[in-house]
C-alpha cells in the first residue's frame, strides 16, 4: 500500500491513514469498509459505541484482503469501564468483528471522576499479554490523565486518539506524547468537514497544489507525525483522502495552516464527559 507506517512504540506497524467509521450505520458500514478496502485503505477505526463492529468485520471478510494486511481498531465504550466489564467487552467486541484478535484496543474516555480507566487499562495490559491485541491506547485522554495511567501502570499507551484539526493543533498533548513516545492519533481530522474546509488559507493552499481542501488538511497532519482517520460514505472523496502521499506542502503552506488554530473544540471536553 502507498499509505507509510507510523512505528508505535512497541514495534507494531499502524498505517498512518486509515477509514473511519463513525455515524456510519450498521447496514452501511459493509459497503463503505469494502470501498476502502478496494481504494487501498489498511486501517479502520470503529468502537463498540458506533454499533457497527458487525457491518465492518463482514467487509474485512468479503474483501479477500488478508487479515494480517488490515489494522483493526475499536473502543471500549464508557459503560463498560472497569477490570472484568471491561474483559467482557472486549469478548463481545471481538465477536462482533468476527476476529480472533484485534490491533488496537483503545480506552474510548477517561472519564476521570468515575476513577475506573486503571482498572480497565489492567485489563488491556492483560489482553495484550494473553495475545489478543497487537497493541494498546487511549482516546481522548488529557495529560494529567496519562500521567496517572504512567504512573500506576506499567505498558505505556502505544497511541492517544484525540480530535485534532487545523483549529484544534493540540500542541500540549503532541508534545506530551512525543516526549513518552506515544504516537498521536487525530480524529475529526478535517474538523468534521464544516467550515474548515472552507477556509480562504486552505482553499489557497489547494488551488496552488491543484488539489482539494480536504487532501490539503490530511496532508498537513501527515507532515506533522499524526496518524490521520478521516470518514467519509461518498466513493469519490473515500479515494480522494488517500491520495495524499504523492504530494508534499512547503514551509510556507505549513505555517499558513498553523496560524489557524484557534483551540476550538468540536466535541466535548475530556475532563468533564460522563455520557454513556
Ligand atoms: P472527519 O473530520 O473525518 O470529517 C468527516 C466529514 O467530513 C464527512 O462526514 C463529510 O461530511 C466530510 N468529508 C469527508 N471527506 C471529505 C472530502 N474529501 N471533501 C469534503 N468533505 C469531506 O470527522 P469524523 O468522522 O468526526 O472523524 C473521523 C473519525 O474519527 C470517525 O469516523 C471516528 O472513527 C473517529 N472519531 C473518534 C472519536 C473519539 O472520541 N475517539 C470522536 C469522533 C470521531
Redesign the pocket.
Known sequence: SKVPPKILNNGVEMPQLGF????VPDDEAERAVVTALEAGYRSI???AIYGNEAGTGKAIAASGVPREDIFVTT?LWNADQGYDATLRAFDASLAKLGLDYLDLY?I??PLPARGKFIDSYKAFEQLLTDGLVKAIGV??FLPEHLERLLEETSVIPAVN?I?L?PHLQQHASREFHDEQGIATEA???????KGL?EVPAIVAIAQKHNR???QVVLRWHIQLGNVV????V?PS?IK??IAVFDFSLDTEDLAAISALNEDRRI?PDPATFDMG
Not at 229 to 232: A, D, F, G, L
Request: proline share 8%.
Open positions: 473511519g467509521v463513525w455515524q477505526d470503529t468502537a473502543k483503545l474510548h474516555w482516546s481522548n486518539q480530535e484539526h480524529w475529526s481530522p478535517l474538523g468534521q468537514g474546509l482539494t481542501p480536504a482517520i478521516p470518514k467519509s461518498t472523496r480522494e483522502n466535541g
